[in-house]
């Protein structure tokens, strides 16, 4: 879990976060904050990196919804 990453968007603004399992932690159940997606950052950030165009929205929209 070390090498992961927690995606949280804001529920009022849509500002988006991404926090380690340290700072995670102290956001997780505020009702603010909705968690969208746990990922393995290093493996999702080179998925992007090759992909091109429409690929990569549908890889970051996937990563939102």
Known sequence: MRDCAFIYIHAFNGLI???S???ARF???NPEWNHVAT???HVVLEQI???KGKERNLIIKHLLS
Do not use: F, K, Q
Request: no cysteine; charged share 35%; proline share 0%.
């Open 39 to 41: 990922i393995h950052a």
């Open 21 to 23: 399992i340290d700072t």
């Open 27 to 29: 956001i997780d159940g």
């Open 17 to 19: 976060r991404v926090e």
């Open 49 to 51: 990196l090759r992909a």
